[in-house]
Structures are given as C-alpha cells and as structure tokens.
T-cell receptor, first 112, second 112 residues
Framework: QQQVKQSPQSLIVQKGGISIINCAYENTAFDYFPWYQQFPGKGPALLIAIRPDVSEKKEGRFTISFNKSAKQFSLHIMDSQPGDSATYFC???????????FGTGTRLKVLA | DAGITQSPRHKVTETGTPVTLRCHQTENHRYMYWYRQDPGHGLRLIHYSYGVKDTDKGEVSDGYSVSRSKTEDFLLTLESATSSQTSVYFCAITMAAGNEQYFGPGTRLTVT
C-alpha cells in the first residue's frame, strides 16, 4: 500500500512532442505529489508538485494532472526539448510525516 | 542544490572498512534524510532526522547508522562496508515533514 508505481520505465519522444509519465498509488492518506528531474551525475531536483485539492497544475511546459478517484497522477511535458532528456521520478507523501515514497523512475530521451 | 553539500563526492573502499559520509546544509532546516539510489529501485530511505540527536530508521537501514550533533550536519556511517552497499547516496532536507524536499549532489560509493 506504500508503493508508488511509475510507468513507463523509458520513453523516447521527438523534439516538439508531448512526453507523458504516469504514477499510481494506493495509500489515500497521501496528500502531496511532487515530480523530480534528475540529470546524470546530479541530485534529483524538484520540478513541480500538486496537492489533491486541485486536478491540474501547470508551470511553463510542465503540467501535473491529478485524478483522485483513480489514485493516479501524471506529468506532461509539452513541446519536449532535447534538454529535457533526464530521468523523472514521481513521489508521494503525507503532510506531517517524514516518509516520501518514490517511483522507480522514467528515463526520457528527446530526439533532436 | 538548495544549500546542501555532500562529502566526499566519490569514494572507493574495501569490504569490511568503515565509511562515513557527510551532509552539510546551510538552510537551517529541521528534517534531514539519507537515501540510496540503485537502478530499478529508485530512491530508498535509509535514515532520517527530525532534529539534533533525533533520528529514526527508514526502509533500508540495516548496516547503516547516523548521527546529528548539529542542525547543519547529518552523518551516515557504514560500520563495515559490504559490496551490496555500493550505491549513490543522496542527502535531502525539508523545512517541515510532508513538504518540499531538496536533494544534495550525491556521493558515489564503491565497495570492492
């Protein structure tokens, strides 16, 4: 029940296309859902996050869509660029607790 | 990297030797975490701290110990390193539990 299942494991997208990464969770106590971007040799960097009181959050080309009833959330990268090539992690947490559960990551490659 | 430094950044050590990794933050955040990152497993919590001298175990704590004598420093010790502890280790901080989490640059540890 503590898992966060992330898919796909890897993704190849053409420049200008839309990249979509999905995550699913079971624990309904989760109320904070961040996405992280990680480049090789670097630490994960917080990209965007959402709480379940909204169904969508947009920051530039990055959008999180949240479906509370389905217990799923997804990251959409619009107009994908080669510089977006990285590994993306979803995560989930409950306010007031220390525990952040991470997905296993999606390696995105955007072809020029 | 949100005012977080890790040292050393790379280390090669032999099986059975003790190893200490250091995390230093300049943000005065209360919560500090140690994760390990391995292919196919994402980020897994080793130990965390919710204040000076207040620490607790994560999901993969066997073979690891931690100490926090000052707000800014969180140490991870492998008492007797094993090859299964070859990994990339990340330190992270948050202001409050369940909020934005920021990661350091990582330490790549190889146990031969």
């Amino acid at each position: 029940q503590q898992q966060v299942k992330q898919s796909p494991q890897s993704l190849i997208v053409q420049k200008g296309g839309i990249s979509i990464i999905n995550c699913a969770y079971e624990n309904t106590a989760f109320d904070y859902f961040p996405w992280y971007q990680q480049f090789p040799g670097k630490g994960p960097a917080l990209l965007i996050a959402i709480r379940p009181d909204v169904s969508e959050k947009k920051e530039g080309r990055f959008t999180i869509s949240f479906n509370k009833s389905a217990k799923q959330f997804s990251l959409h990268i619009m107009d994908s660029q080669p510089g977006d090539s990285a590994t993306y992690f979803c995560a989930a947490s409950t306010s007031g607790t220390y525990k952040y559960i991470f997905g296993t990551g999606t390696r995105l490659k955007v072809l020029a | 990297d949100a005012g977080i430094t890790q040292s050393p950044r790379h280390k090669v050590t032999e099986t059975g030797t003790p190893v200490t990794l250091r995390c230093h933050q300049t943000e005065n955040h209360r919560y500090m975490y140690w994760y390990r990152q391995d292919p196919g497993h994402g980020l897994r919590l080793i130990h965390y701290s919710y204040g000076v001298k207040d620490t607790d175990k994560g999901e993969v704590s066997d073979g690891y110990s931690v100490s926090r004598s000052k707000t800014e420093d969180f140490l991870l010790t492998l008492e007797s390193a094993t090859s299964s502890q070859t990994s990339v280790y990340f330190c992270a901080i948050t202001m409050a539990a369940g909020n934005e989490q920021y990661f350091g640059p990582g330490t790549r540890l190889t146990v031969t």
